[in-house]
């Protein structure tokens, strides 16, 4: 289902910037739409703005979950293991969201967003 958005993937990263820089990349870009949606709660588009940007967390979190689950992932088990759980985290709360949409439900998607860009990124917040 996502194999387009995995070759996109795979091909920027054989771009100049780095695996982590395209990673972090994503989810700040991430972050910054689901910030969007809740500044604009409530305003014209608002529902389709939210779809799009769950939807943009929730391919880059399966991207993820995809690589930190394969066997052949040259990450240590522990780290794998936490992406995993991390990811699973994400992906009820987005389908949280998407039945009982609340704008501060977003929160805790976007900090943990922009902890883990920071993090690839190797800078603190």
């Known amino acids: ?56 967390n929730q391919r880059i979190w399966t991207i993820f979950q995809t690589e930190a689950a394969r066997e052949d992932n040259p990450l240590p088990e522990l780290v794998r293991k936490n992406i995993l759980t991390l990811s699973l985290f994400i992906d009820r709360r987005i389908i949280e969201v998407m039945a009982q949409p609340a704008p501060d439900k977003l929160d805790i998607i976007i900090n943990i967003n ?6 690839l990124r ?3 917040g």
Do not use: P
């Not at 922009?114 to 993090?119: S, V």
């Open 1 to 56: 289902m996502y194999a387009t958005q995995m070759q996109a993937y795979k091909s920027v990263q054989k771009s100049t910037l780095t695996g982590r820089d395209v990673e972090a990349a994503a989810l700040t870009n991430a972050a910054l739409k689901l910030s969007q949606c809740k500044e604009l709660w409530g305003d014209e588009g608002h529902f389709q703005r939210l779809d799009e940007a769950l939807r943009t």
């Open 114 to 119: 922009i902890n883990i860009a920071a993090g």
């Open 122 to 124: 190797g800078s603190t």
